[in-house]
């Protein structure tokens, strides 16, 4: 039982780190630690999502790779649970004469980008 335990303890912190990483493009250490477990565990945690190639150390920080930002479409973004596939996207499109309405993107993937109102249900 306690390896399960664990394996679940496992997966809710690297959904945690991913799930942070959507909301800031680069984070540090002490942006993505919240210490509710050894700093050296949670460096453990750290280096295998290193290893697995969905994050990587960027100057003093670390950032989502392409591989990572894949993975992050299907974490629910403010639980950071694993989501099923979606099972239906939505899209506004708002028109104003000559003017479209857009909003700049605040989570991976496609961070800091401009794109039409929409979203998954």
């Known amino acids: ?18 799930s942070k990483l959507m909301f800031m493009p680069l984070a ?14 949670f460096a453990y945690y750290l280096k295998t999502l290193e290893d697995e190639g969905l994050i990587r150390k960027e100057g ?3 950032v ?7 993975f992050s479409t299907y974490l629910e973004g ?8 979606p099972l239906l996207g939505v899209l506004a499109v708002g ?3 000559d003017k479209v309405l857009l909003g700049e993107r605040t989570k ?14």
């Not at 989502?64 to 894949?70: D, V």
């Open 64 to 70: 989502l790779t392409e591989e990572g930002k894949k």
């Open 1 to 18: 039982m306690g390896e399960v335990k664990d394996s679940i303890i496992e997966n809710e912190v690297r959904a945690a780190i991913i």
């Open 60 to 62: 003093m920080g670390y």
């Open 95 to 97: 028109i104003d004469e």
């Open 28 to 41: 540090t250490f002490s942006d993505l630690y919240d210490g509710s477990m050894e700093s050296n565990r």
């Open 108 to 121: 991976e993937p496609f961070y800091g980008f401009w794109a039409l109102p929409g979203g998954k249900i």
């Open 78 to 85: 403010k639980t950071g649970k694993r989501e099923k596939q």
